[in-house]
């Protein structure tokens, strides 16, 4: 007989994270960066990685390869299923607006900032308002 623990809740985070770059070629690189690391975390099976041994969380020769050609080095590999979550990602100029129900945004955040972006993170249940018209 198994007997599971865990924990679960029906609340959602409703995250909305938004990233102010100074140029919107920032803007459109780190979108795009985003896309390639998605791409790749996916092939990596990457949501995975924050449930194996320690020892066994580590990058793919493909994903490093992809970092490197990226300059990203800020990311861990338990971070890379953050990118394969349910999110949905805008860019209007200068801005990326993230929106997501999970709690750990933490690999959005640092390829923000990374790129000099200023950063916001709130919870739409708190500030609907906010979350459409963020700017």
């Keep these: 007989m ?4 865990g924990y679960g809740s029906e609340h959602s985070m409703n995250l909305v994270l938004i990233g102010r770059f100074k140029r919107a ?4 690189k780190v979108e795009k960066d985003i896309d390639k690391l998605s791409a790749q975390a996916s092939k990596d099976d990457s949501d995975s990685i924050p449930f194996a041994k320690p020892e066994n969380q580590r990058f793919s020769d493909d994903m490093l390869s992809l970092l490197y050609s990226l300059n990203v080095h800020s ?4 971070e890379l299923g953050q ?3 349910d999110y949905r990602l805008e860019r ?3 801005r990326i607006t993230v929106t997501t129900e999970e709690a750990d945004v933490s690999a959005f955040v640092k390829l923000f900032i990374d ?3 200023k950063v916001e993170v ?4 708190d500030y609907p308002a906010d979350s459409g018209d963020a700017s």
């Design 25 to 28: 070629q920032d803007a459109e």
């Design 83 to 85: 990118l394969v979550s």
């Design 115 to 117: 790129a000099g972006a």
């Design 92 to 94: 209007e100029d200068g």
């Design 122 to 125: 709130f919870s739409a249940h």
């Design 75 to 78: 990311l861990a590999p338990s």
């Design 2 to 5: 198994k007997i599971w623990n």
